[in-house]
């Protein structure tokens, strides 16, 4: 480790600014290393879970309109496969965070990412059309037709980055998390287990009140959503000899989606019926990334 030998100030040693400055400046430290910081510099009993920090970064996503006056609508996608709609500024401006010339994450780091971001959804005329999977049907009489929600609709909110370049133009999911492009019987979606760095939104709330004769179901009635915090986290330890280098990191949207089961695997598929009219609204957040290794 570095050690510094400045001598003591002796009789006759200028005590003016100048000559001060330049015996602090010994003790000025830009650049942390393995040369001039050790293990005795830290209260090691703070560090049992050995992991050190080594990178730090977030910054605002959305448009940040916190009285939300002015916000970015997202409307049902009901053409498929769908391709995710990058969380922007409102301008059409993407909010995606760069890391420059790259981010490393060697073997035996980890990568930790949160955000968040206040949204809010407005339900569709369509949600109990034929072919959508956001109601049940009963048999009531003298109704033969009784439909309420499933409560299943929602958007999903999902990480993507690019491992490409610096010029972030190859966006894909993060590993652990789908497209939700697959296909599944006559839909499109991604089973439950490809959902790792997904966030899910309710897309509709309605409520069925007990009518006076207590027969049920009673028909559903929609009731107002309001603006609602979103938020998500993802962790990625990279467990094999080679170093991956990051260049951006972004969230996207996609909806509305349904659970679906096929076999024995649970799914999330678009329902394009239901997102039909269906549109969500949203303004600001923040995205941040940490990077640890083990000591």
Not at 94 to 108: H, K, R, W, Y
Not at 182 to 198: E, F, I, K, N, R
Request: charged letters at 15%; aromatic letters at 10%; one cysteine or more.
């Amino acid at each position: 480790m570095s050690r510094i030998t400045d001598g003591p100030i002796v009789s006759g040693d200028a005590l003016d600014a100048a000559s001060l400055n330049t015996r602090f400046a010994s003790y000025t430290q830009t650049d942390l290393n393995q040369f001039n910081h050790r293990d005795a510099a830290h209260d090691l009993p703070q560090f049992q879970t050995g992991w050190l920090l080594t990178h730090a970064q977030e910054q605002l996503i959305g448009l940040n309109d916190w009285r939300h006056t002015s916000t970015v609508t997202v409307n049902g996608m009901t053409a498929m496969p769908a391709n995710p709609h990058p969380i922007e500024d409102g301008a059409g401006n993407p909010t995606d965070m760069s890391f420059g010339a790259g981010l490393t994450v060697a073997n035996g780091e980890v990568l930790r990412v949160y955000w968040n971001l206040s949204a809010k959804a407005t339900q569709g005329s369509n949600w109990d059309s034929a072919g959508s999977l956001g109601y049940y049907g009963f048999n009531n009489a003298p109704n033969p037709d009784t439909k309420e929600d499933t409560w299943g609709g929602c958007w999903v909110f999902y990480l993507e980055w690019d491992v490409t370049s610096s010029a972030r133009a190859n966006y894909v999911p993060v590993p652990g998390q789908g497209d939700f492009k697959t296909t599944v019987g006559s839909y499109y979606g991604d089973s439950l287990a490809s959902t790792q760095a997904t966030s899910v939104m309710p897309s509709g709330l309605r409520y069925a009140e007990l009518p006076d004769n207590g027969s049920l179901p009673n028909p559903s009635s929609a009731s107002t959503q309001r603006w609602r915090g979103i938020s998500g986290a993802w962790y990625y330890p990279r467990t094999v000899p080679s170093s991956l280098v990051v260049y951006g990191i972004r969230v996207v949207v996609k909806g509305v989606l349904h659970p679906y089961r096929s076999g024995s695997v649970n799914y999330l598929v678009h329902d394009t019926v239901y997102s039909n009219g269906a549109s969500l609204d949203y303004n600001g957040g923040n995205l941040a990334v940490l990077k640890h290794r083990v000591r």
